[in-house]
């Protein structure tokens, strides 16, 4: 006897195989994801850092617009990724289901300006896996002052 077709057994257990694959091999794609989108945030905030100091340095004064002296920032907030607050000199990045996973703030007291990068509420995992990847022990810096010579 002569078969040229496959039998709807054979079918279901090939459909079975690929849904048992695509189970497992699903969430470590997401899990891929996050890390590369985590890797990438933390990028942009610690390069908007280094060319907010230059910036400050360069010109001798600050603008309270991040955005304006750093593209790492103008990239996040155009993104989606984080919020730009003008009034406060701040940026919040928000990531998973965390709004204020990293605040990163400008404080102005007398002629001492200094940035200040915080870790925001902790307990998401996406959140969490960013937070990790910032040096906030190199915060706070300060970007004009007597202790800083332009």
């Known amino acids: 006897m002569k078969r040229n077709a496959f039998t709807m057994i054979e079918l279901i257990f090939v459909i079975v195989i690929l849904g048992i694959l695509g189970a497992v091999a699903l969430p470590r794609l997401t899990a891929t ?5 985590a890797s990438r ?3 942009n905030i610690m390069s908007g850092a280094t060319e907010i100091a230059e ?3 360069a010109k001798g004064s600050l603008d309270p ?12 907030v155009s993104g989606g990724d984080a919020i730009n607050d003008v009034t406060n000199s701040k940026v919040t990045v928000k990531f998973g289901d965390i709004d204020n996973c990293i605040i ?27 937070q990790v990847l910032i040096k906030e022990e190199d915060y ?9 010579i332009p």
């Not at 617009?65 to 996040?76: A, E, H, I, Q, R």
């Open 33 to 37: 994801r996050d890390d590369a989108t």
């Open 41 to 43: 945030l933390a990028q």
């Open 55 to 57: 910036y400050a340095t």
């Open 65 to 76: 617009d991040l955005t304006v002296m750093s593209n790492g920032y103008n990239s996040l």
């Open 104 to 130: 990163v703030q400008i404080v102005t007291s007398g002629d001492l300006d200094t940035l200040i990068i915080t870790k925001g509420v902790a307990g998401d995992v996406k959140c969490d896996k960013l």
């Open 140 to 148: 706070p810096m300060q970007l004009r002052g007597q202790y800083v």
